[in-house]
Structures are given as C-alpha cells and as structure tokens.
C-alpha cells in the first residue's frame, strides 16, 4: 500500500485550523487542514476560502525545503488538496515563536516601531494552553511546568534557529520577507521534529518591496484580502521539489 492510499480513521484531536485522524498505518497520522480562522486566541473567529488548500500545499513544500537542509519533519506526503499524511509525534506543549523584525505583540510590549529590524532573531517560548491566553515563558519555567526537558529546548532553540536561516534568504529571493514565525515541535521515537504547519497562519510574510502584508494579519486586523495574500504567497512560493525528484 503506497502512502497516498493509507485509509483515514477515526478523528483524534480537532484545534482551530485542523483536524488529527488516526490512520491504517500504525505510526501515520492524517492532517485536514480547514478553512476555519481564529485570532486572539480564538476569541475572533471567521473563514478564510480555500486557506485549508492552501496551507497544506505551503506546508508541504516548506517542509521539502528543511528536509532538503537536513532540518527533520513529521511530514511524509501530501494526500490531496487538503490531506497531509504525517508522522504520529507527541506535540511538545511549547510554541517557539522566532523573530526578524519587531511586529505584533512583540512591537506592543516594547514600544518598537512595528517593521523595525531586530539586531539578530528574537526566540521566545510560549506554553500552549488556550484558556491562559498561551503565556511567554522562561525555559526554566517550561523545565518547572513540565514541558520539556532543559536539553530539548535547548534543541529546538538551535532548530527554530536553523529554519529561521534557511527560510529567510529563501523567501528574499521570492520578495518576501519573513518578519516572524512560529513553530511547533513533536517527539518522534528519540528525534524532536519540525510539526504542525507553515504557513500564512503560522507566518507573518511581508513584501519585500513594499511592505503589504500577505498574511493572517489581514483577517486579524480586520485589512480585507486574505485569501488573495495567502494565494499570493503559494504563487511566489510554489511547490519546492528536489530536482530529479
């Protein structure tokens, strides 16, 4: 049985964007990416038209692009329009948010003008729990919470770090500019992964010329055209594939 025909089974998990199914293939899992959007931790809520499409053909390819680099992943194939096929990891229950450029909640905290350049990439952890707004915290405190130990986030600091280097020159060359991200890592038997997605929803991309925002930041912020940025981004993007492959 090829990966493409690896039956769907019951749904294990459901979050804002995406849907967790159980497979025929013991360590495989199903990723159906949604159209559904949220922001402010759900508290605002919509739908993007064909986002779900669209995410998982930009996952898809960002994650050809890191394994090409050496950096692992959970993904294993892309099924259809909206199915990933990935491997069945622990999700570590910690955000790791990498930023280029001062934006967002980052630009609020410190009074920075948003799109000022950062000196060198910003790492910060946030613990995933909806119900506390996903808080910043230390990597003592994630060590004193419980989730993760202190050599693993030290790992996935040096692998945030590591896609932040090969997705920013990346994406310059296709006139984006990647002003922050943030990722999410998964235990598979004794390697940490890259997890979950990249994309628009995940991303803030900018144009490198002229500063539009092509992101989720225009759902958040009430600027109109989010399917439009989020398609503009895959039509600069495009499905990364080794060559020969």
Request: one cysteine or more; a negative charge.
């Amino acid at each position: 049985m090829s990966d493409k025909n690896v039956e769907k089974g019951a749904m294990l998990y459901e979050g804002k964007a995406k849907q967790v199914y159980e497979t025929s293939g013991r360590d495989l899992v199903i990723i159906h990416f949604k159209d559904d959007a949220t922001a402010f931790n759900g508290k605002k809520k919509g739908r993007i038209e064909d986002k779900g499409i669209i995410n998982n053909k930009l996952s898809a390819s960002f994650f050809r692009l890191l394994e090409s680099a050496g950096v692992a992943t959970h993904f294993v194939t892309r099924i259809n329009d909206r199915d990933m096929l990935c491997r069945n990891v622990k999700i570590i229950p910690l955000e790791v948010i990498v930023r280029n450029v001062a934006a967002g909640s980052l630009a609020k905290r410190t009074g920075q003008a948003e799109g000022t350049a950062l000196d060198e990439p910003l790492v910060e952890l946030t613990y995933k729990d909806d119900a506390r707004g996903d808080p910043l915290v230390t990597k003592e405190e994630a060590v004193s919470m419980g989730a993760a130990a202190p050599e693993e986030i030290d790992a996935i600091r040096g692998l945030a770090l590591q896609v932040n280097d090969i997705l920013y020159p990346y994406l310059l060359e296709k006139k984006l500019k990647l002003i922050d991200f943030k990722l999410e890592f998964g235990r598979s038997e004794e390697q940490i992964v890259v997890a979950d997605e990249i994309s628009p929803d995940t991303c803030r991309f900018w144009d490198s010329e002229t500063g539009e925002k092509l992101d989720k930041d225009r759902f958040r912020r009430d600027l109109g055209g989010a399917k439009e940025a989020y398609m503009e981004v895959w039509n600069r993007v495009g499905d990364f594939r080794l060559s020969g492959v």
